[in-house]
């Protein structure tokens, strides 16, 4: 089978969560995301496609959760799931194993964004970073939502921040 070589677009990320409310609230004022479908049950059903989907997805040790669906400025889907049976604690931060460590956002004024996601209840795992000091404005930090779940902040798209002479005064 011949397949086309081009680079598919991203489409969402799925992020599991102890409070759905708390999440989508957090997730809309603080990052600015749409909420394109408010938190909703699903329950495990064979009868509807969603039920079986998620029979198919999650197997059969599950009777319900909560979802939500939101969305990025450029489109990028945020689904946030809540298990009434999983762990509400933080997850262990683990980047050296096999796995999503972490998802990255865009924001030119990286210091706002970082005071304010600390503002509501989560933290700043390192100081504000520069990619280039002295040769290029880039920046970048490492963030906890109040959940625990860690993300970078760039400055600068991912593009101009790893291409060599991408960036011209």
Not at 47 to 56: F, K, L, N, S, Y
Not at 95 to 103: I, M, V, Y
Request: with cysteine; charged share 20%.
């Amino acid at each position: 089978m011949n397949t086309p070589k081009y680079p598919r677009a991203f489409s969402h990320i799925g992020i599991t969560v102890p409070d759905i409310k708390k999440a989508v609230e957090f997730y809309k004022e603080v990052m600015g995301w749409y909420i394109i479908m408010p938190p909703s049950t699903v329950k495990k059903e064979r009868e509807t496609a969603i039920g079986q989907m998620c029979i198919d997805v999650f197997g059969e040790h599950w009777d319900t959760f909560e979802i939500a669906h939101m969305s990025t400025s450029d489109g990028i889907g945020i689904e946030l799931f809540s298990f009434p049976h999983g762990v509400k604690e933080a997850p262990e931060f683990t980047p050296f194993n096999t796995g999503l460590f972490h998802f990255c956002v865009q924001d030119p004024n990286i210091e706002a964004l970082t005071n304010k996601i600390v503002a509501y209840g989560g933290k700043q795992r390192m100081p504000i970073r520069e990619y280039y000091p002295n040769e290029k404005p880039f920046k970048m930090v490492y963030v906890e939502d109040p959940f625990g779940i860690v993300f970078e902040i760039y400055t600068h798209s991912y593009e101009l921040t790893y291409s060599s002479g991408a960036y011209q005064d």
